[in-house]
Structures are given as C-alpha cells and as structure tokens.
C-alpha cells in the first residue's frame, strides 16, 4: 500500500475522530488505530508496512544535555526513520526551517509506524539519533532553535 494512502487514511481519522479502521485490498490488508496519550493527541499507527532504511553520513550522536534549545522528544520505545521509505530523502536535514505538524521521522512500535510530528517551528539545529537505531520514551531526538 503507497504511503500517501496511509497518510491520507491517518488523516481521516484524525478529522473524524474515528478510533479505528481496518481496509484491505487484494492480499494487502491494513489496519489504523488511535491510542489515546496522556500529554498529546492520539497518534495513528498503521500496521502491515514495511522497513525503512536510510544511509545517514558518519556524523558522531552528539549527547542532548551539550545541545541548547527546543528538544523534540521521542514519544514512545521503539526503532527511528528518518525517511518513509529506502528510496526517499530523509523527512528533514539539519538547517532546514520546520513548522507545527511537519513529519520529522516515523518511530515503529510493535511492528506499527508513528509518524512524529515537530510540535514547535524553527530550524532544526541538531539530530541527535541514527537512522535504524532503538530509541527510549523521552529520549531526545532533534533540537530545534
């Protein structure tokens, strides 16, 4: 199923405030939920998806504490992409000028994709994490100024 779908899929639920809807096509079958957080809006997660790989440049983690500003922070445990798929550039770069809503990386969860989304503008200073890597609830991700 093409990503776009999905994203379109993922908003129809967030305007209808509709929990849960399940679409298959031909052998492909789809399911998207909305789990309720306790500090932020129900996240969609869409399940029946694929990995996502992208080469990042060797560029070291820097440590969040040595990392003044806004800290966009992982909202759940899970595995980060920076990209949606292998074949496409990575959500964001470091310089780029982000807004409210904008998609920075998609974290999977047991086996379920959450797209996370900046929940502040202004220009992404630092990524603090490696595409591919095990991420923590509450673990710095990007810093934005």
Known sequence: ??????RKLIELLKETGISE???????ESLRLSCLPHAHSNP????VHTAHIQVEQPNTPVEKAQDNPGYH???PMVGTIYLAA???SA??????????VG?????????KMFNEIEADKAGVLKT???DNGTPVEFGQSLFVIE
């Open 85 to 87: 798929s292998p074949e």
């Open 127 to 129: 990524i603090l994490v």
């Open 90 to 99: 990575p959500f964001v770069h470091i310089g780029k000028q982000v807004n």
């Open 21 to 27: 809807i399940e679409i298959k096509e031909g052998e």
């Open 72 to 74: 966009i922070k992982a």
């Open 43 to 46: 996240a969609p997660m869409a």
């Open 1 to 6: 199923m093409d990503i776009r779908k999905i």
């Open 102 to 110: 904008d998609t920075l990386c998609i974290i999977e969860a047991m």
